[in-house]
């Protein structure tokens, strides 16, 4: 197997387990997430909690496991827009410019994602193969 095989899910994977991570972790302290999601100004903070811990793990598991990763990394991309700019806007807050970097780094990742899709080593490919073998 070569690097051109193996890399785009090590990427993957690398790229997006943050969501999965912070979907989880959301979910365990769901009491004070809402209350900072509400500090924030941010309108129906229960369900902007529920949106966001559900486009956080399912948008990461659709990214690592590869099937329609274009999808989970698109619909990461535009739920970091609004999360930059008002948990990590260094206008507001100069301490918050290297997540506010961070963040651009990760979309343009999620970016590269949905352009190229997501390698030869995913769930979509498997069963596209699988379905052509019937």
Known sequence: MDLQTVLPL?????????FVHSGINKLLNFAGTQETIASKGI????IA???????EVIG????????????????????????????HNP????TQLTQFLKNLSIMG????VVAYGSGALSLERST????KDL
Not at 49 to 55: C, H, K, Q, R
Not at 63 to 87: M, R
Not at 128 to 131: I, L
């Open 10 to 18: 090590i990427a993957r994977s690398f790229l997006a387990v943050i």
């Open 43 to 46: 309108p129906l903070p229960l």
């Open 49 to 55: 909690l529920i949106l966001t811990i559900a486009v």
């Open 60 to 87: 990461g598991l659709l990214v690592i496991l590869g099937y329609k990763a274009w999808l989970g990394a698109l619909l990461l991309f535009l739920f970091l827009i609004p999360a930059t700019l008002v948990f």
């Open 91 to 94: 206008l507001v807050d100069p």
């Open 109 to 112: 990742g999620l970016l590269m």
């Open 128 to 131: 596209t193969r699988w379905e």
